[in-house]
Structure formats: structure tokens, C-alpha cells
């Protein structure tokens, strides 16, 4: 059986470099690039079962970006999605995250955050809610996120989960 492909798109090498280790002991074929145009140039060229996209490279919101990008390619659509990043993830019991997204955009507490990362603990849906330059709430939705440093024990069943899910 043919390993299950997975592209990782980080600036930090040696973020790459305890991911693919981790991925490669587990049995998948591991792809790497360092920023936005390289990774979909080799995720158009690949065509893995997941991408891992950093959030902050050479923008801040690149790899919101690339998720964009890549959701809205009609050949790429199938990719499953997992960001990586530090920001905290906020959850929810409502399947709707976009819906509930919004909802945290109206709390005091919340409305004013750059990003908004969400995920319902029940179903697994997750979407990122943050705002453009232009100060528009724009909302798309991902597969799961992962949280920096990446631990294997917790990446793993992320990738299993959203793999068999593509």
C-alpha cells in the first residue's frame, strides 16, 4: 500500500524537521516548502491527503491565505487542512463554527481579536474567523488545528482523523 502523502508548509525548518520526523516514523511520505507560492506550487504537484499550514510566514496571514487558496481550487478542494499555530483555539458544543464565530465577534471579550480560531468538540468542525486589512470578518472553514510546539501524541490522530476523512 502506497504512503498516505502530507505537505507541510512552515518557515521554521526546524519546525519541518520535528513534524517530518514524527510523519515519516508513522509511515507517511513527508513534502516540505517555506511559504505560500512554493507550497502550492508542490501541493498542486503532490496532491496530498493533508496539508500543514503555518498561520505566520513571510505575512502574518499567509497561511490563512494558502487554506483560502487551496479550499477554493477545484482539483486541491479534497485536501484536508490542519493549521498549525499558537494562537489559542476557542471551542464550542454548536456544529455551526461560522455561526458561533460570529458570535464570539459580538462578545466584548472577543471582538476585537485579530483571530478567532474555533472548533466544535463534538463534530470536529473548525474554521478560522479572522480579520482583513481592510477590517472585514472573513471566515473559512478547516479540518483541525494543531498547537506549537507539535507534540506527536497529539498530531497523529489529527492526521489519521482528517486523512480518512479525505
Not at 33 to 40: C, F, R, V
Not at 48 to 72: C, H, K, N, R
Not at 111 to 125: E, S, Y
Request: glycine share 6%; proline share 3%; charged share 30%.
Amino acid at each position: 500500500m502506497e504512503a498516505q502523502k502530507i505537505v507541510i508548509v512552515d518557515d521554521d525548518m526546524d519546525v519541518i524537521t520535528v513534524i517530518q520526523a514524527i510523519l515519516k516514523r508513522e509511515g507517511y511520505e513527508v513534502h516540505y516548502a517555506n511559504d505560500k507560492k512554493a507550497g502550492i506550487e508542490l501541493i498542486r504537484e503532490i496532491k496530498p491527503a493533508v496539508a500543514i499550514l503555518d498561520v505566520m510566514m513571510s505575512t502574518i496571514y499567509e497561511g490563512f491565505e494558502l487554506a483560502q487558496e487551496i479550499i477554493s481550487d477545484k482539483e486541491l478542494s479534497k485536501t484536508g487542512i490542519l493549521m498549525q499555530t499558537s494562537i489559542d483555539v476557542l471551542t464550542t458544543t454548536k456544529p455551526d463554527v461560522q455561526a458561533m464565530a460570529r458570535e464570539f465577534r459580538k462578545s466584548p471579550g472577543f471582538k476585537d481579536l485579530h483571530v478567532i480560531l474555533i472548533r466544535d468538540i463534538n463534530t470536529g468542525k473548525a474554521g478560522v474567523d479572522y480579520l482583513a486589512e481592510d477590517g472585514n470578518s472573513v471566515f473559512f472553514h478547516v479540518d483541525g488545528f494543531i498547537k506549537k510546539p507539535v507534540e506527536a501524541k497529539k498530531v497523529i490522530p489529527e492526521i489519521k482523523r482528517i486523512a480518512e476523512q479525505h
